[in-house]
Structure formats: structure tokens, C-alpha cells
């Protein structure tokens, strides 16, 4: 230190500083109006910062008189927590047989450490297969908290039966909806996979569903839909369960994220865009396509835009793709089952592709050659069907449907949807909406309309309601109860009520 250095000023208290070494004591010096904080750290002094000296508010002060510092030469109280195994230390210039004992020892300490908590903490043990290259690497710090904060509405769904272990399967993710007839009961949508066969059947009305807290609940099915591959459930309530806004519309081309749980009901992600794919699967024409597969083991899950609404719900379909069944189409048929008790599905009997997703040579192929540049290709007609029957054939466009032509094909499904709620809300004793066709023959290049009766496939639900059936007979002396419709959730917290 040089002469001209002002002599420290030592102040020492009784503890040292949160966070600061346990072998430092402060010292102040002051020079030129500036105050100077030196640390006193293995017997040299080391300048940290320097700052200007000011007045300190009262505030400032209090909280300067509440610092604690301590002597390095008061004893350190040593912990009584274990230490974790470590490695014995390589003797350098050490023989063959000292560096194969050496060899020996280090592979026990891996084997001892790598199952003790205290070496090996779980809080820091990588997981493998969970973190996809999405969620690691794509995924911003914004998007990964508004995934977070939805991990509490998806659960996991098992069926009641087990497996050869005796353990249930949990092969299913289900996504909690909003309250159900009370606020002590909650609805899960999932996949009707869960509850019927490939043909549609019902195998179990009971299911098991794993909330992710870890707590397992008993769930009731309260209707499905094989066609939408839908189906609700109800359990009871007691933790808060955020119920997720289906409000999403994604544009084509924009990223979306894929949510889903696995069998040990770990959250996983990946994400991709919705394509511009233009394919039927199943004679399903609503589907839209994101270009991901669904996280491993996984058939089932939920797509969330970038503000963290519901897009649609993805399922395994066995391509390099995922198939999304739109948000809005979702909410039409969920809130047609609450306000009917059934879903008047349309039956057409098409199988079609819109014309403005094709590929470019092909639209102007089209274009130039018959001067069409929207509607919907027909791609299947089903046999002996209303359609097939009134002239409608494979390889036809259909220019329009009640004048509209401009539509998607997740968009026509809606609109038909539509047709088939005024059927239900209505009660129109005719069974069929006619529907006006504007329809091109490419082989003759001639446009004609035709009419084609459109009728409804309802499906009631599996628990009886308190709403009456739509195909239910009342007698004139009996009151039923008026039900008022029950909208899809805009995004809350759904809490069980405290009793």
C-alpha cells in the first residue's frame, strides 16, 4: 500500500453480509469526496467498486443500519448434511496397477452417485426423451411461460381397464373445458378413442383421469362423437384447473406449439406450422395439418397458438404430419351438445379438396383451361348416395354451396355445422336442408346447379341430461325445465367451491 493512502477504517459487527464471503471484512476509505469499499479477502485488499457519496434516504439508511458483517476470524459452524460421493483423485505419475485401481474406484463413485440424491440431485437430473428440439431450442422465454401456464389444464386419461402389470395405461391426454352441471365437477375433452372402439362402439362409460398434481380421479363420459373423434367427460374438482380459451383461428403458415403427456404424464411440446394440405383422411374433409408429429407415445393433444389460445386438437393420423380438428369447429359441436344434448353431423357423402390449396401448376392447369379459380374438387363420391344420385361424380368442381365459394374446407364444415344447429334449434320435422350446388363437369365443360338434400346424423349423448331430447315427445300437462345455454370458457382458473 503506498504512503499517501489513507488508512483504512475498519467497522465490524457481529454476522457477515447475506451472499459475501465469510473471510471478508468491509473497509472505508474516503478520498475526494468518494467512498470506496475495499474487501479484506485472504489478507490482500481487493477493490471491488467504487461510487459516489451521497445523502441516503431514510429508507436507504434503515436498510444500511440492518447489514451485518462478521470477523474471518470468528469459527465456521460446519453442516451436518451429507456430502456427495466424489471422485478419488488421478495419481499422476502414478504405475499401471495405481491408475487401474484408479479406473476401478472412479466407475464405483459414478455407479454410487448416480442414484444418491445428494450427488445426483432430481431437481437436476436431465429426463430423457422429454425435451424436444422445439421446446429447448425454439421456443422463447414468453412462449415457454404461456405454455407453462397451460400445463395445468391437460391432463392424462386411462381407461379402467389395466394393463399386463396390473397398472393403468395412461395412452391418452385430455384437456380440461369448464365446469360441468356444478362448480365441484369439471368437463375434460379428449379423444373418443378412449371410450369406443374402431367402429364406434362404446367399451367403457368409466375412465381414470390423472390430474397433474399426480392425483387420479374417477371420470364419467358424458357423450362422444366417433366422426369428430371427440369426447367429454366429467369428474369432480378439488385444485384449481385453468380452462384454456377457444378463440384461436391460425392462419396458414403460422407456428403453433403441440401439447401433450406421456405415460408417466411428463408435459410435453413441439411445435410446428399449419400447412396448406389439401388431403382428406377418412372422408374426414375438416382437418387442418401442422408440420410435426405429435410428441412420443403420444395420440393425442392440444394446439396452442403463440398468445397461448387453443387452436384445434391434434391427433396421430401416422404420417410426417399432425392433424388438427380446428378450435371453432370444436366449440360449435361442444356447445351444441350442451344447448341439445346431441350433434346433428351432416352427412353428404363427399369427399373434397379446395381448390386454391393445390399446387400452383395444377391451379393453373385449372385456371387456363376452365376458367375456375376457387371452389372444391370432388375426390370421392360415396356409392348409392344422395349425391351420386342426383349427378354428381368424381373429378366435378363445385363452384359454390348457397351461393358461397371462397371457404376452406375446416370453414364449409362449419357452415354446415351451422345448418345442422338451426336443424336442432328449430325442430324441423323434415329431416333434410336442401343445399344449392353450383357444379362444373370438366369432361363436358358445361356449369349446371343441382339440388342436394343434406341430411343430419344426431347422436345423442350417453348420460341422460335435463334437457329435453330434440326427438322427444313431451305430453301437453307436463313442464320441462328451460335450460339456458352454457358457452365455451374464455380463459379462467375453474376452483372448487370452498364448502
Same mark, same amino acid.
Given at each position: 500500500?503506498?504512503?499517501?493512502?489513507?488508512?483504512?477504517? =475498519?467497522?465490524?459487527?457481529?454476522?457477515?453480509?447475506?451472499?459475501?464471503?465469510?473471510?471478508?471484512?468491509?473497509?472505508?476509505?474516503?478520498?475526494?469526496?468518494?467512498?470506496?469499499?475495499?474487501?479484506?479477502?485472504?489478507?490482500?485488499?481487493?477493490?471491488?467498486?467504487?461510487?459516489?457519496?451521497?445523502?441516503?434516504?431514510?429508507?436507504?439508511?434503515?436498510?444500511?443500519?440492518?447489514?451485518?458483517?462478521?470477523?474471518?476470524?470468528?469459527?465456521?459452524?460446519?453442516?451436518?448434511?451429507?456430502?456427495?460421493?466424489?471422485?478419488?483423485?488421478?495419481?499422476?505419475?502414478?504405475? =499401471?496397477?495405481?491408475?487401474?485401481?484408479?479406473?476401478?474406484?472412479?466407475?464405483?463413485?459414478?455407479?454410487?452417485?448416480?442414484?444418491?440424491?445428494?450427488?445426483?440431485?432430481?431437481?437436476?437430473?436431465?429426463?430423457?426423451?422429454?425435451?424436444?428440439?422445439?421446446?429447448?431450442?425454439?421456443?422463447?422465454?414468453?412462449?415457454?411461460?404461456?405454455?407453462?401456464?397451460?400445463?395445468?389444464?391437460?391432463?392424462?386419461?386411462?381407461?379402467?381397464?389395466?394393463?399386463?402389470?396390473?397398472?393403468?395405461?395412461?395412452?391418452?391426454?385430455?384437456?380440461?373445458?369448464?365446469?360441468?352441471?356444478?362448480?365441484?365437477?369439471?368437463?375434460?375433452?379428449?379423444?373418443?378413442?378412449?371410450?369406443?372402439?374402431?367402429?364406434?362402439?362404446?367399451?367403457?362409460?368409466?375412465?381414470?383421469?390423472?390430474?397433474?398434481?399426480?392425483?387420479?380421479?374417477?371420470?364419467?363420459?358424458?357423450?362422444?362423437?366417433?366422426?369428430?373423434?371427440?369426447?367429454?367427460?366429467?369428474?369432480?374438482?378439488?385444485?384449481?384447473?385453468?380452462?384454456?380459451?377457444?378463440?384461436?383461428?391460425?392462419?396458414?403458415?403460422?407456428?403453433?406449439?403441440?401439447?401433450? =403427456?406421456?405415460?408417466?404424464?411428463?408435459?410435453?411440446?413441439?411445435?410446428? =406450422?399449419?400447412?396448406?394440405?389439401?388431403?382428406?383422411?377418412?372422408?374426414?374433409?375438416?382437418?387442418?395439418?401442422?408440420?410435426?408429429?405429435?410428441?412420443?407415445?403420444?395420440?393425442?393433444?392440444?394446439?396452442?397458438?403463440?398468445?397461448?389460445?387453443?387452436?384445434?386438437?391434434?391427433?396421430?393420423?401416422?404420417?410426417?404430419?399432425?392433424?388438427?380438428?380446428?378450435?371453432?369447429?370444436?366449440?360449435?359441436?361442444?356447445?351444441?351438445?350442451?344447448?341439445?344434448?346431441?350433434?346433428?353431423?351432416?352427412?353428404?357423402?363427399?369427399?373434397?379438396?379446395?381448390?386454391?390449396?393445390?399446387?400452383?401448376?395444377?391451379?393453373?392447369?385449372?385456371?387456363?383451361?376452365?376458367?375456375?379459380?376457387?371452389?372444391?374438387?370432388?375426390?370421392?363420391?360415396?356409392?348409392?348416395?344422395?349425391?351420386?344420385?342426383?349427378?354428381?361424380?368424381?373429378?366435378?368442381?363445385?363452384?359454390?354451396?348457397?351461393?358461397?365459394?371462397?371457404?376452406?374446407?375446416?370453414?364449409?364444415?362449419?357452415?354446415?355445422?351451422?345448418?345442422?344447429?338451426?336443424?336442432?334449434?328449430?325442430?324441423?320435422?323434415?329431416?333434410?336442408?336442401?343445399?344449392?350446388?353450383?357444379?362444373?363437369?370438366?369432361?363436358?365443360?358445361?356449369?349446371?346447379?343441382?339440388?342436394?338434400?343434406?341430411?343430419?346424423?344426431?347422436?345423442?349423448?350417453?348420460?341422460?341430461?335435463?334437457?329435453?331430447?330434440?326427438?322427444?315427445?313431451?305430453?301437453?300437462?307436463?313442464?320441462?325445465?328451460?335450460?339456458?345455454?352454457?358457452?365455451?370458457?374464455?380463459?379462467?382458473?375453474?376452483?372448487?367451491?370452498?364448502?
Amino acid at each position: 500500500m503506498d504512503r499517501d493512502t489513507p488508512v483504512p477504517r =475498519r467497522r465490524r459487527t457481529g454476522s457477515r453480509h447475506a451472499g459475501e464471503p465469510s473471510s471478508a471484512v468491509a473497509v472505508e476509505t474516503t478520498n475526494g469526496g468518494k467512498t470506496t469499499w475495499l474487501w479484506e479477502a485472504g489478507g490482500r485488499l481487493v477493490e471491488t467498486r467504487s461510487v459516489t457519496a451521497e445523502q441516503t434516504s431514510a429508507i436507504n439508511t434503515e436498510e444500511a443500519e440492518d447489514e451485518e458483517w462478521t470477523d474471518d476470524a470468528l469459527p465456521l459452524i460446519a453442516s451436518s448434511r451429507p456430502l456427495p460421493h466424489r471422485c478419488p483423485m488421478y495419481p499422476r505419475g502414478g504405475s =499401471r496397477e495405481e491408475i487401474a485401481e484408479w479406473h476401478r474406484a472412479t466407475r464405483v463413485a459414478y455407479e454410487k452417485a448416480a442414484n444418491d440424491p445428494v450427488s445426483n440431485p432430481p431437481i437436476l437430473r436431465e429426463t430423457k426423451g422429454r425435451e424436444t428440439p422445439s421446446s429447448s431450442e425454439v421456443i422463447s422465454t414468453r412462449q415457454r411461460e404461456v405454455l407453462f401456464r397451460l400445463s395445468s389444464s391437460i391432463v392424462s386419461i386411462s381407461s379402467t381397464r389395466v394393463g399386463d402389470d396390473g397398472v393403468p395405461v395412461w395412452e391418452f391426454t385430455g384437456i380440461v373445458i369448464g365446469p360441468s352441471e356444478s362448480d365441484e365437477h369439471a368437463r375434460i375433452l379428449t379423444s373418443s378413442d378412449t371410450v369406443c372402439d374402431y367402429d364406434g362402439k362404446l367399451l367403457d362409460r368409466k375412465l381414470l383421469v390423472r390430474l397433474p398434481n399426480k392425483a387420479i380421479k374417477d371420470g364419467e363420459i358424458l357423450f362422444f362423437d366417433p366422426y369428430y373423434g371427440i369426447a367429454v367427460l366429467e369428474i369432480s374438482v378439488d385444485m384449481p384447473l385453468r380452462c384454456p380459451s377457444f378463440v384461436s383461428s391460425p392462419e396458414y403458415g403460422d407456428k403453433v406449439f403441440v401439447l401433450a =403427456r406421456d405415460e408417466d404424464s411428463s408435459l410435453l411440446t413441439t411445435s410446428g =406450422r399449419v400447412m396448406c394440405h389439401n388431403e382428406t383422411y377418412v372422408h374426414r374433409n375438416y382437418y387442418l395439418y401442422v408440420s410435426c408429429v405429435l410428441p412420443e407415445a403420444s395420440t393425442f393433444g392440444l394446439v396452442i397458438d403463440r398468445d397461448g389460445d387453443v387452436a384445434g386438437l391434434a391427433f396421430f393420423v401416422g404420417w410426417s404430419k399432425t392433424a388438427v380438428l380446428p378450435s371453432f369447429i370444436i366449440r360449435t359441436l361442444v356447445e351444441m351438445e350442451r344447448n341439445f344434448s346431441c350433434i346433428a353431423r351432416p352427412e353428404h357423402g363427399l369427399c373434397l379438396r379446395a381448390v386454391q390449396f393445390l399446387d400452383m401448376h395444377k391451379r393453373e392447369e385449372i385456371l387456363y383451361q376452365h376458367n375456375i379459380d376457387s371452389g372444391y374438387i370432388v375426390d370421392e363420391v360415396a356409392i348409392n348416395s344422395t349425391a351420386e344420385i342426383i349427378g354428381i361424380r368424381r373429378g366435378d368442381v363445385i363452384v359454390s354451396v348457397n351461393g358461397v365459394c371462397s371457404q376452406t374446407m375446416p370453414e364449409l364444415e362449419e357452415y354446415l355445422l351451422s345448418l345442422g344447429w338451426k336443424f336442432l334449434e328449430r325442430k324441423i320435422k323434415s329431416s333434410k336442408i336442401v343445399l344449392k350446388l353450383k357444379v362444373y363437369d370438366p369432361l363436358k365443360c358445361q356449369e349446371y346447379t343441382l339440388s342436394l338434400p343434406l341430411g343430419f346424423s344426431c347422436l345423442t349423448a350417453v348420460k341422460e341430461r335435463v334437457k329435453v331430447q330434440v326427438t322427444e315427445k313431451t305430453s301437453p300437462g307436463i313442464k320441462r325445465k328451460k335450460t339456458t345455454p352454457v358457452p365455451m370458457p374464455s380463459g379462467r382458473v375453474l376452483r372448487p367451491r370452498k364448502k
